[in-house]
């Protein structure tokens, strides 16, 4: 087969010309540490890797979530815990008034130290995160307890009424996992679960109490007073439970913010399998593909060195 | 006396053709880097003989005729081979175009479509702050924005294919009336005897670009003249008659017609071409309306996914039952339409009722983005990903048939090369060969002309 120039240079620019744009190719390729720019690179990965990339996101979103739910938590553990400590320290008073050695007196201070854990409680019942108050389920722009202008002992025994709803805020932690991140107001503090104005069997309303209790010490009343203790352990359940309801809630969340955290680990390494460069392999056939071009350039200089002219 | 005259004739004969032989040579060593020569060859052949008491004598050497080397098998090939490189070629920059478009990054759609989600997400934790509220806003024109810009894009470069038809248009009107210009010539040299072998190449080779670009057959009549046609059939050029492309534009898009120099014409579709033109005309007509029929589909479901659970929330404002995105009626178009309708952060509906802290309408639309709502197969990502992952196979195997092509004309090309192309090497030791003819030859002459002098001196 007779060779002419033409079929030389030809097949010689051809062939550097591919050469070249892989060795192009390849340069991208580790400058950039990606393989998968483009979907042409590899369309088989392109699915895989787009749908981690958007798992990946979506992770970062739920751990924002979790953070700010965790973060709402400890704010109301802290509520809750001081909700406790004002009736352990009413019990307390209530056991001292049974003392017979306090007089009337000692009494109606200790009434004056119970009207303001009662204005305590309250200020922790319509507390504020961020300016929003925490116990009023979805209304937090509206101050969840307020006093009774209708309250009068025997007819209406209601010193606060509840002015939020009974919205249950919840936060999606993982795809299709909801938890609620805050505690119904009215029945924490006044025991009335299902909104019908009177605390449930069992439960109490905690404004009403203490206000029973201060009346019960201004009117010397040391028996009544007594009565109530009960009442007022009972109390102390009903916030410790939700306390204790809370703290699961914290730890379920940072064990899924544990798992998330992992799981996106996971995650990232597959996308990386999917879209980075392996830097060895990469250089390696870089280098193959200079060698190759340095041999094409030095073909290419030998032929032009060579003419039958030479030798005529 | 009448020998030594014919030797004389023979030595005149045999100087002449060496002359002619290294002429011939020469005009090939000329023609080394012209695409599509053929490489001539003088045909030798004596004269007859005659005949004296009985014997016979030669008397000389003529040139017959100059051939070209030529075969037809490889340049029926190659023009068939031009043609699915032409096309592969002319796919390969609009479909990257499309490839770059639709992008895999993480600033294509399905990125934004995952931050629209995302930011419902976050507004999920906080209902009712307003920041929240207009990056869902902010982020939900990103999205629709990058919808726009997409069917823009995509439409641009459906108008850069019609802009690249009409400029080849020019072209190959000119190449056609060069070739019934060639025929012409071919015809009328032929009848007369004479060759007409560069005129071949040229017409050769203007069949070959005509392939590339329009995927021509062709076939050579009696009378040298070559009849073009289209795929479809329709004829380009019919012996000395050509006929010419035009072009109007149909809805924006360029459409052809052939029209005759006796002024018929003909509506071409784009199924009649080959070559080049059915390569642009394949990604403007079937490949981009595909994506954005994708596009539009995905545009689609997203507006009434999105709307449908807005309208069954209520904004900070008390008002329920608005559309979070403009709605649309029809799904043709949607991607290019798509627009947020809400202007006020307090519009969105993040919750079931209108309490600040309600945020159960703003979860409900966070957990869209893991859906399968497409045909009730698909995320909006997934199927975002299969689109793009389609382009994807379209580039890689259209550059592979691309590469597959180029390599087999190059081989094709050194194949007609080295039956028809001009080797140096093979030049130069023609042209020592026939200049040791021609020396010869003159020695022949010489030599006569001695015997004849010391003829003459006889007489002295």
Do not use: C
Not at chain 1, 69 to 87: C, F, K, M, Y
Not at chain 2, 390 to 400: A, E, F, M, P
Request: hydrophobic content about 35%; overall charge negative; aromatic content about 4%.
């Amino acid at each position: 087969m007779k060779v002419t120039n033409m079929n030389t240079y030809r097949t010689l620019l051809s062939q550097m010309d591919r050469t070249s744009s892989e060795l192009n190719q390849s340069r991208i390729t580790s400058a950039t540490g990606k393989r998968l720019t483009k979907a042409s690179d590899d369309p088989t990965s392109v699915r895989p890797a787009m749908l981690a990339r958007e798992r990946i996101q979506g992770a970062d979103g739920f751990l924002r979530t979790m953070a700010s739910g965790l973060s709402r938590l400890d704010v109301q553990d802290t509520n809750l815990g001081q909700a406790e400590n004002l009736l352990i320290r009413a019990s307390e008073l209530v056991v001292m008034s049974g003392n017979g050695a306090y007089s009337a007196a000692d009494r109606l201070s200790m009434a004056d130290e119970l009207k303001n854990l009662r204005e305590s409680m309250l200020v922790v019942a319509n507390s504020q995160v961020d300016g929003k108050y925490a116990f009023a389920g979805y209304a937090e722009n509206t101050q969840p307890f307020s006093a009774n202008p209708a309250y009068n002992p025997p007819v209406d025994s209601r010193p606060m009424l509840y002015g939020g709803d009974q919205g249950s805020v919840k936060l999606e932690i993982s795809p299709g996992e909801q938890v609620a991140v805050n505690i119904d107001g009215q029945s924490l503090f006044l025991g009335d679960a299902d909104g019908d104005g009177n605390p449930d069997p069992g439960k109490v309303d905690i404004f009403a109490l203490l206000a029973r209790v201060e009346e019960g010490l201004r009117s010397n009343d040391q028996a009544g007073v007594s009565a109530e203790l009960d009442n007022l352990k009972t109390a102390l359940e009903q916030v410790s439970g939700f306390r204790s309801q809370v703290g699961n809630t914290a730890s379920r969340l940072e064990t899924s913010r544990d798992a998330m955290a992992d799981v996106q680990v996971d995650l990232k390494e597959l996308l990386s399998s999917y879209e980075d460069a392996d830097l060895a392999e990469t250089l390696t056939k870089m280098m193959q593909q200079e060698q190759a071009l340095q041999a094409a350039m030095s073909v290419t200089s030998r032929i032009s060195k060579m003419s039958i002219l030479d030798y005529l | 006396m009448g020998g030594l005259t014919s030797a004389l004739n023979i030595g005149k004969t045999s100087l002449l053709t060496s002359q002619k032989t290294i002429e011939v040579t020469g005009n090939n060593i000329a023609n080394v880097n012209t695409p599509g020569y053929s490489r001539q060859i003088p045909i030798l052949s004596s004269y007859p003989t005659v005949q004296i008491n009985g014997q016979s004598f030669g008397t000389g050497v003529k040139i017959d005729q100059v051939m070209r080397n030529h075969d037809t098998f490889l340049q029926r090939q190659l023009g068939e081979r031009s043609a699915t490189a032409g096309e592969a070629d002319a796919r390969s920059m609009p479909l990257t175009q499309v490839e770059q478009v639709i992008s895999i990054s993480e600033s294509s759609i399905a990125g934004e479509i995952s931050r629209f989600f995302d930011s419902w997400q976050e507004l999920s934790t906080d209902p009712s702050n307003s920041a929240l509220r207009n990056q869902v806003l902010q982020r939900a024109q990103t999205l629709s924005g990058n919808f726009n810009s997409t069917i823009r894009e995509l439409s641009s470069a459906q108008e850069d294919i019609n802009v690249t038809l009409e400029s080849k248009v020019e072209a190959v009107n000119f190449k056609l009336k060069e070739i019934a210009t060639l025929n012409q010539r071919i015809a009328s040299l032929e009848t007369k005897g004479q060759g007409a072998l560069s005129d071949r190449d040229r017409r050769d080779q203007l069949v070959t670009e005509l392939s590339s670009s329009l995927g021509v057959s062709y076939f050579e009549g009696d009378n040298g003249m070559v009849s073009l046609q289209l795929p479809g059939g329709h004829t380009l050029v019919q012996d000395s008659t050509a006929m010419s492309l035009e072009t109007q534009r149909v809805d924006g898009n360029v459409q052809f017609s052939l029209r005759a120099p006796s002024g018929g014409s003909v509506a071409l579709i784009p199924g009649n071409f080959g070559g080049e033109f059915r390569g642009l005309m394949s990604v403007r007509d079937s490949h981009i309306p595909g994506v954005v029929a994708d596009l539009d589909k995905l545009a689609y479901n997203l507006l009434n996914e999105v709307n449908t659970l807005h309208q069954s929330g209520s904004g900070l404002d008390g008002v329920s039952g608005r559309d979070f995105f403009t709605p649309l009626a029809v799904e043709a178009g949607a991607a290019s339409q798509i627009a947020v309708g809400l202007t006020q952060g307090n519009q969105l509906a993040a919750g079931t009722g209108s309490a600040a802290g309600d945020n159960r309408n703003a979860l409900n639309l966070a957990a869209l983005s893991s859906k399968k709502v497409i045909g009730g197969t698909e995320t909006f990502t997934g199927f975002y990903a299969n689109l793009a992952s389609r382009v994807g196979i379209d580039v890689q195997q259209n550059s592979l048939t691309q590469m597959g092509s180029q390599d087999s004309l190059l081989q094709l090309q050194n194949r007609r090369d080295s039956s028809a192309g001009v080797s140096l090497e093979e030049e130069m030791i023609n042209l020592i060969m026939f200049q040791k003819g021609f020396e010869a030859s003159a020695k022949l002459l010489s030599t006569v002309d001695e015997m004849m002098d010391s003829l003459l001196s006889l007489k002295r």
